[in-house]
């Protein structure tokens, strides 16, 4: 140990330095292996306890259940989990069976106590169980947290409103949707999805009329999950006024009712590329014999995805044969219009 | 300035250089602890079943082949089980000098197609298109030989979807590894790329392509290895990530979108390090154009792949990954503390410069300098020894924090006995293995220097864990 008074100063910052690591090292190892012994006992604990109400769970099922055993306030959240997966594997009565288990051993008490812990998982986990419990007491609660800053959190308070009162939730959920950007446009989707177009079908058309313009691409990809006649009246009202590309081939996409095929031959020829894209899309979705010339002539766009679905959309018109395909590639003079054609042609199926 | 007076300078500055270098290395463990609690917390829920939500971008899967004809029919065959709502995969043949073409022309029933071939990014020629006649999402291109970077070209080219990811032929992924490394795009429009942690898979057992048992190897070059990764990716990977300065994504598996990497022209083909280039680069066109963009890190174990068991094959691979790194960083120097260049720029572009790039140049040299001044008799036995004493007690403090990163998070190496493997692993790495390694880097820093034509990167594979 000379180096710790060694009279040289590097000697001794560097001695002093490396003990420093070293405990550190040390400290970390024991806080591993603490971890570790930690965690074998929570997993023993936890699969004790799986064991015991895996079982309760499935007899559940058939209303076959005589007794539960109380749970105590360190197994909440591993019975909420367990809860939580079987539910989300259900359908139908089963589901309703499992509810009432939840109710009979007080899990939607647990599940409202946890919604005040500081921890996230938690928290999360006390949401989806009221959601599926469709608890009223915890409506006001959820509501608080609908406005919470992470978009985790006020995700899962929307889906949990939304499954216990979907059609009173619309009116507190539908106006966040332009507000909070931070919510991933595939999570709301699956929430509306669940919800139902029948629930969402106005209040989002609503919602739409009178958003920014700069939100519209984003907020009518949604109307994939509306009623169809509510989608496309939607759709004719905006391609009625708008000139911004981005909204246009947001629209073309949405666009599902045959009778607006004028509305998106329309745009067949407009400057902006993507625009072209979907009408030849939507084309191809509904459109009719009488499209065919509109698309060869599509064929030689300098763009290589109008050619691309203009060709696809060719294919996939009503009555329109392989042979009959071949007979336009053989009309071509362009190059890029034979190879495109040749391609499509390949990929339909035998 | 006498003798002496340099040789304490000299000391100082090496000195100062390890403490600097393993005090950066703790702040990013920091990042990455903060980071990966979050994470965690939020799995919680993620882990239970849920149903796709139908926005789900697709995925074209590119993967670049180059003499692959024993393990590319039972690659592709597990990429096709993968779970993802829409995906294709284009294999690129890349002139190979073996069967590999004539192997998945038979075991997938390939005819050929007449792709509409749309050249976006330059490439070696194309010679022919397939497609399999079993499986309509699965392309074959045969190209003539460029190298991976020039086949990932040729794949973008020909892919048909606005994400692709990068995969080696030889990786093995998990049911869910699109889904995971996907889930960054769904939750932010902003993000351009995303790369997973990849572990290693020597000692593991795998069935049908997927991983069925996670174990140690008993080769203890793998084992050291693992504690490498733990670092590299946990540490050196998460903690840059929630700062948008993570400047690595493993060519093993990456996701990109097509069109930020067709706008920054898509991977450079004279360089052997083209992941980490194009990464680095795509960070200067956003940063520089001042458009908004994200490089996102998922933490979560959704690639394996074959670490090399003998002291040739693992040298080859190092004096690459250094070349790589060093032509990454050189290609792309505009970044460096550019006044828009951000925290990639200003602080992980230093730093990997300062003890990624330079670092195996200083260790060595600090290893040699001290020896011989003990040598000459200038510096005393005590000295030497408090130096080996502080480079190798920080370099284990760093090692093991990976591990504990590894406890907090995902914990796969789940039995007593990985524990204690891992524990010893984590202490023998540092003596020994890692200054061989430096040794190796400072190789591929000379070559770098020297320069050289770039070519595919063959690993001798011992496959231990396949075929069961």
Known sequence: MDFAVSSDPILRFAFWSGVGAGALTLLLIVQVVLMRVMLIYREKRKSRFLEVWRPLMVQSLSGNVQHCPPVLKADAAVLLNLWNHFQQSLRGEAKERLNQLARDVSLDMLALNLLRSRRMAEQLLAMMTLGHLRNKSAWRALSD?????????????????????????????????????????????????????????????????????????????????????????????????????????????????????????????????????????????????????????????????????????????????TDQLRQILAEQTDRYARDMLKQVIAERPA | ????????????????????????????????????????????????????????????????????????????????????????????????????????????????????????????????????????????????????????????????????????????????????????????????????????????????GFLEKVDLPRNPLALMQIVEYLRAFLFGRMGWSPLNAMLIISGAFGLFKKEAVVEAGGYRTDTVGEDMELVVRLHKHYRLARKPYRIVFVPDPICWTEAPEDLRTLKNQRIRWQRGLAESLSMNLKLLFHPRSGAAGWLAFPFMMVFEWLGPLVEVVGYLFMLLLFLFGMISSQALWVFLFVAVGFGMLLSVSGLLLEEISFHIYSRPRHLVLLLLAVVLENLGYRQINSLWRLIGLVRWLIGGHAHWGEMKRKGTWQGM
């Open chain 2, 1 to 208: 300035m006498n003798f002496r007076a340099t040789i304490e300078i000299g000391q100082w500055l090496f000195l100062l250089y390890f403490i600097g270098l393993n005090t950066g290395y703790l702040m990013l463990n920091m990042l990455s602890l903060i980071s990966l609690s979050r994470l965690m917390r939020a799995n919680a829920v993620d882990a239970l079943p849920q149903a796709y939500s139908g926005f789900e971008p697709p995925i074209s899967l590119l993967v670049p082949a180059y003499n692959e004809q024993a393990s590319i029919a039972t690659s592709i065959r597990s990429m096709l089980q993968l779970s993802y709502p829409q995906f294709e995969i284009i294999v690129i043949n890349d002139g190979s000098r073996d069967d590999t073409l004539e192997v998945l022309q038979r075991e997938f029933a390939l005819v050929p197609f007449p792709e509409a071939y749309r050249a976006r990014l330059a490439t070696r020629t194309v010679r022919s298109l397939y497609r399999s006649t079993v499986y309509p999402h699965l392309r074959v291109i045969d190209k003539e030989n460029g190298g991976k970077a020039d086949s990932l070209n040729a794949g973008i080219n020909a892919s048909r979807y606005p994400l692709f990811c990068a995969v080696d032929a030889d990786s093995i992924l998990q049911r869910d590894s699109l889904q995971r490394v996907a889930l960054p795009f769904l939750e932010d429009a902003k993000v351009i790329a995303s790369g997973g942690t990849v572990r290693i898979v020597n000692g593991c057992t795998v069935s049908d």
């Open chain 1, 145 to 321: 947290l609908l406005e919470d800053g992470s978009p985790i959190v006020s995700l899962a308070a929307a889906r949990a409103l939304m499954q216990i009162d979907a059609s009173a939730a619309v009116d507190v959920f539908m106006p966040l949707l332009v507000v909070r950007e931070d919510w991933p446009s595939a999570r709301i989707a699956s929430i509306l999805k669940e919800a139902g177009a029948s629930v969402i079908s106005e209040p989002l058309a609503d919602l739409i009329r009178h958003a920014p313009a700069e939100q519209l691409p984003r907020l009518i990809h949604f109307l994939d999950l509306a009623y169809s006649e509510v989608s496309s009246r939607l759709v004719r009202e905006i391609l009625e006024t708008t000139d911004d590309p981005q909204v246009i081939a947001a629209c073309l996409r949405a666009m599902s009712d045959s009778r607006d095929l004028d509305l998106a031959r329309k745009q067949l020829q407009h400057l902006e590329w993507p625009v072209r894209v979907h009408a030849a899309a939507a084309l191809g979705r509904m459109g009719s014999d009488v499209d065919r010339q509109r698309l060869v002539r599509l064929l030689e766009d300098p763009q290589w995805w109008v050619r691309y679905r203009a060709a696809q959309a060719l294919s996939q018109l009503p009555f329109v044969t």
